[in-house]
């Protein structure tokens, strides 16, 4: 089984996601911060069941798209995936600060 690492970054932008949403409801602010981590579950026995995030056409860096939010996730080893960041999918990736780029 894959352990599945959180990193500081990804917590921080679930926290200012939950944030926002609870502005108009702390409920579906909890609903939402609770389908990041389902989302998430699978990676633990399938690491690559994500797509390739084509701005990065890396094989390690990969994503699961949930709703209008791409969680973004590097394999690091065959028992680690550190989940990078989550990123509201109208916005640009090359504006978040969590990622470098992987070439």
């Given at each position: 089984?894959?352990?599945?690492?959180?990193?500081?970054?990804?917590?921080?932008?679930?926290?200012?996601?939950a944030?926002?949403?609870?502005?108009?409801?702390?409920?579906?602010?909890?609903?939402?911060?609770?389908?990041?981590?389902?989302?998430?579950?699978?990676?633990?026995?399938?690491?690559?069941?994500?797509?390739?995030?084509?701005?990065?056409?890396?094989?390690?860096?990969?994503?699961?798209?949930?709703?209008?939010?791409?969680?973004?996730?590097?394999?690091?080893?065959?028992?680690?995936?550190?989940?990078?960041?989550?990123?509201?999918s109208?916005?640009?990736?090359?504006?978040?600060?969590?990622?470098?780029?992987?070439?």
């Amino acid at each position: 089984m894959v352990k599945v690492n959180w990193t500081l970054q990804s917590i921080h932008d679930i926290e200012h996601i939950a944030d926002f949403i609870a502005l108009d409801s702390e409920r579906y602010a909890e609903i939402q911060v609770q389908r990041f981590f389902d989302a998430v579950e699978i990676l633990e026995t399938q690491p690559k069941a994500g797509r390739i995030v084509p701005e990065f056409n890396n094989q390690a860096v990969r994503e699961i798209i949930q709703g209008n939010y791409r969680i973004i996730y590097r394999i690091v080893s065959a028992d680690l995936i550190d989940v990078l960041t989550v990123h509201h999918s109208r916005r640009l990736l090359s504006n978040n600060p969590a990622l470098g780029r992987e070439e």
